[in-house]
């Protein structure tokens, strides 16, 4: 099976370096070519496609005539790898945060959006920290020490969590609770001048884990969505800009998905399995790789991509360089999924087998976001 190439469509990874670039950090470069401007915010909406904002550009009206280009956001298409290409300005295999689950030597497969050990769920508060397992300067770190005022609009309940340390530290975090003070926190940070900001919003992908993507709830969160950036392009100052993007796009699972808790012949020769539903690591004992690898292709077959660790490298799935404290926490055989198809694991991981909506894997589906920009001169 050929296997997907990523391909050198820009990269969410360049969207915070190029707005920074414009605001004098110098440092970065504006490889997305922004216009000018003395302020700007960057908002992230969790879980939206290019492909599912083109297919209800009717329900998002603002999103769609904003709408510059599709980005590509490489693998794994998932949260805890988006915000820290946001965070990093990296790609995974710098900044190394793999997956949903990946492993960390030494500590063994980690839950890196709950920092828990995966999946006994055991708290790894106190003994893993965030700044081990992503030590790299933020873009945020960089953007105060060139005297620019950074801030992160997010959720309430992340202020103090392991994935903020990680990816977002340096910022000063404004915690919010909807969209109402969302919006005005935004306009808040973009009034002023020479300002760095960036939003997070994540309900949108919440509802498309529960009831599927292009669902009625997703559709009518959708059109919230278009109301928040309506708002704070109205508000936007002068000589501000607005940049939209996301993590992710999703699928909805279909009947071909398999549960890998009842399939133990998988399991022979492997010793931990991460990832998630669309996208598994799969790490195997001393000597077994090859023999992982072919059970595993044989049983799925053209359901999904599987691969080594380094013929997903050679393919540059995690960007051009991959470090030697990255590499480990990579599978030594990847499977990912295509079409609908998805490997749950309903006594390992319950909450996440029982979602409608997936991502994780290197579909178009998954991998494209939108860049929407607005400015207001």
């Given amino acids: ?34 216009g000018e401007f003395s302020g700007a915010c960057v908002l992230l909406v969790d879980g939206l ?10 329900e998002a009206p ?12 490489g693998f794994p298409s998932t949260t805890v790898a988006g915000l820290s ?25 980690i839950n890196a959006l709950r920092w828990r050990r995966h999946p006994d769920g055991s708290d790894l508060a106190g003994i893993l920290r965030p700044e081990d397992v992503q030590p790299l300067p933020t873009t945020f770190d960089r953007a105060v020490a060139a005297g620019v005022d950074a801030r992160v609009v997010s959720d309430a309940r992340f202020a103090r969590s392991a994935l903020t340390r990680a990816a977002q530290r340096g910022a000063r975090y404004v915690g919010v609770h909807a969209f109402g003070d969302l919006a005005a926190a935004t ?7 020479g300002g760095f900001c960036f939003a997070y919003h994540g309900r949108l992908d919440l509802l498309g884990h529960l009831y599927g993507p292009s669902s009625t709830a997703w559709r009518m969160q959708l059109r919230q969505v278009d109301r928040l950036v309506e708002s704070v392009v109205d508000g936007l100052p002068p000589g501000r800009l607005l940049a939209v ?22 399991f022979d020769g492997v ?63 990847l499977v990912l999924a295509r079409g609908g198809f998805g490997m749950l694991r309903r006594q390992a991981e319950p909450e996440e087998s029982a979602l409608v909506g997936q991502h994780g894997s290197i579909t178009d589906a998954e991998r494209l976001i939108p860049l929407a920009v607005a400015y207001r001169e």
């Fill in 1 to 34: 099976m050929e296997l997907p190439i990523v391909d050198d469509r820009p990269h969410l990874a360049e969207v915070v370096p190029s707005v920074l670039a414009v605001l004098g950090v110098g440092e970065f470069t504006n490889t997305l070519g922004l």
């Fill in 49 to 58: 496609g290019w492909e599912l904002l083109d297919e209800h550009a009717a």
């Fill in 62 to 73: 603002v999103l769609a005539s904003l709408r510059r280009t599709p980005l590509q956001v």
């Fill in 85 to 109: 290409a946001i965070g990093t300005g990296l790609r995974s295999g710098e900044h190394g945060m793999v997956g949903y689950t990946f492993d960390v030597p030494g500590t063994g497969v």
């Fill in 187 to 193: 306009l808040e940070a973009l009034g002023r001048a």
């Fill in 245 to 266: 993007v996301a993590d992710h796009g999703m699928v909805r699972m279909d009947g071909t998905v398999v549960d890998l808790d009842r399939m133990p012949e998988l």
């Fill in 271 to 333: 010793r931990d399995i991460g990832g998630e539903v669309r996208a598994r690591h799969v790490y195997s004992g001393q000597g077994a790789t090859a023999d992982v690898l072919a059970a595993w292709r044989e049983t799925f077959g053209d359901r999904a991509w599987v691969v080594t660790r380094e013929e997903a490298i050679a393919a540059g799935w995690f960007g051009p360089a991959v470090s030697e404290r990255v590499r480990p926490r990579i599978g030594d055989v």
